[in-house]
């Protein structure tokens, strides 16, 4: 219903008229003196005016009647109650020789009463119909948690109906609140009675009302859901929204399918700094990406593009990937900042020429190849992306005087059985080199497998899970550590903001996965058993190691002021050595001597040791 001003204020006339007649009447009970009637016809209109132009000074008629809510009631309420609280000061201070003004105290009440019952009932009275005729619309949907997220869910449900979500009940294992109504609604029961809920209310959805639900529980509502083949979703976590945790009224707007990383066995860690914070660290810096189109490169701009800088720079080589960032960020409105660069970091003077003419104050190098049995197979291509790139990128850094510069590394680069993994730790020695000696703060970022990076376990599973199997798995007693991808560049962009002497920082994970439990969950979520999509062991592939490792015994893990992120000491760093180790790996490099490579590596103190003949996949 489209309501006009002039229409509310007509009918709040009506009301009020209406309001002092119900006064009178109840007052005299029914029959009202000739004189207090001629009173009334005197007092009515003149108070309906008074009460127009309160309202009006309240700003109850900007208020839309569709999204009336308690805090409108209580602004109806204050207008209506300055009114009353008029006329009994008028009443109470009258001279006596005025007392055909004079109002009777039971009138001045009962009209107060009577006129916001009216005004209220007028405006709550249609919201309430509809939204019972929108109760009966949509989905029988069954909540999973009694607070104010399932209360927002019910709410948003109830005023887009387009979101086809009819809220049934709820589900909450707090004892206290089994068999009470929230927004109309009875708490049904436990996790523990899900199965019987669901049938017994012809539940056609589950929506988990929080991120913050452990995995187990998410878990074990898969397992009652999927044979039943009731839909599940979940909304969305901190991580996934950039502007930060929002209001909860907004929490239905970001309800989603489950995901894997919902299912894995570690808590979200929530981060420290708020957007506020990163504003004010980043807001007016020239800040370079490199990798920008990568998994993480492009979570890094997506989130950096909303902490106000002066120019988010975006390097990357792939030309699709780089038109498909910078075609988000225009569409999100953040084009005025970005200043995409199609270039490749191994090209030395693009970048030199990048960094003259730009002048970046922020650099964060995600750029890097990442992929194990591939540089296996190419380990000089390894060398001259993760380790000569990286070092002349720290140069010009140092001579731009750029403040921050923060390398991306991973956990591969602990103990290394692989060439990727034992590059990416000599790059996190060349960072604590040059923070020695530099003005520039230095550091490093390090973590574990990425959920949903182009190349991850995950995405070859779901590849093949859509094929029909056999998932492959490489040893029963596989294990990883996981992090989502908004999680991994919101730990980054944090530590960024710590980082003064070369430290190198990781989160804390939590528990590591098993790689063939991963494979359960996905099948299971996807709907199907292991009959239906088989697992098969294929055997460790080379580079690969069964358990992957954070830190060393040698760097002195320690807590930061910032929540779940650790700071591991630096190791000092000879830097005569890692120049010589530099100019031998640029002989074998031309030389595309893949032993060599090895040979160096393995004389590097950090670890790897050189595969066994037969276990290397070298180009020919």
Known sequence: ??????????????????????????????????????????????????????????????????????????????AVATVSVLLLLFRLTLPSYLPQLSLPLSIIVMEGMFTFLAMAGVRFVPR??????????????LLIGAGQGGLAIVKEAVRHPELGIRPIGFIDDDPTKHGMEIASLRILGTLRDLDRVIRAEGAERVVITSSSFAPKAISRVMDVCNPLGVQVQIVQGTYERLGGPGDPAETVKTVREVRIEDLLSRDPVPPSLSRADLIETFSGKRVLVTGAGGSIGS???????????????????????LFHIERE??????????????????????????????QPQVVFHAAAYKH?????????????NNVFATKQLIELAEEHQVETFVMISTDKAINPTSVMGA??????????????????????????????????VVGIFAEQIAAGGPVTVTHPEATRYFMTIPEAANLVIQASTIGHHGEVFLLDMGEPVRIIDLARQMIRLSGFTEEEVPIRIVGTRPGEKLFEELSTIGENLAPTELRKIHRCKPVPVDPARVNALVERFHFTVRGRDAEGIRTILAEMEIGYQSPPPGRTLDAQ
């Not at 309430?128 to 949907?141: F, H, K, P, W």
């Not at 979570?299 to 990937?321: F, G, K, S």
């Not at 194990?372 to 291509?381: D, K, L, N, T, Y």
């Not at 000599?426 to 990076?453: H, M, P, W, Y």
């Open 299 to 321: 979570e890094l701009c997506r989130q950096l593009a909303h902490m106000q800088p002066a120019q988010l720079i975006l390097v990357e080589r792939d030309e699709t990937n």
């Open 1 to 78: 219903m489209r309501q006009s001003r002039a229409g509310v204020v007509l009918l709040d006339f009506v009301l009020v008229t209406f309001g002092v007649l119900l006064a009178y009447v109840a007052r005299f009970e029914g029959s009202i003196p000739a004189h207090f009637f001629r009173h009334m016809l005197v007092v009515a209109p003149v108070l309906a005016m008074v009460r127009i132009l309160v309202n009006a000074g309240f700003g109850v008629y900007r208020l839309v009647w569709r999204y009336v809510g308690l805090l409108e009631a209580v602004r109806m309420a204050q």
């Open 423 to 456: 590059t990416k730790r000599f790059a996190e020695q060349i960072v604590q080199d040059f923070a020695t000696r530099a003005k520039t703060r230095f550091s490093c970022v390090r973590f574990g497998n990425v959920l949903g990076s182009r190349g991850s």
């Open 372 to 384: 194990v049995p591939m540089m296996e197979r190419f380990p000089w291509e390894a060398v001259r």
């Open 128 to 141: 309430i119909l509809r939204e019972r005729v929108r109760r009966r619309d949509g989905a029988a949907t």
């Open 329 to 358: 960020l225009v569409a999100a409105k953040m084009g005025h900042v970005t200043v995409p660069l199609l270039l490749d970091v191994m090209d030395a003077k693009a970048v030199e020429r990048a960094f003259k003419e730009l």
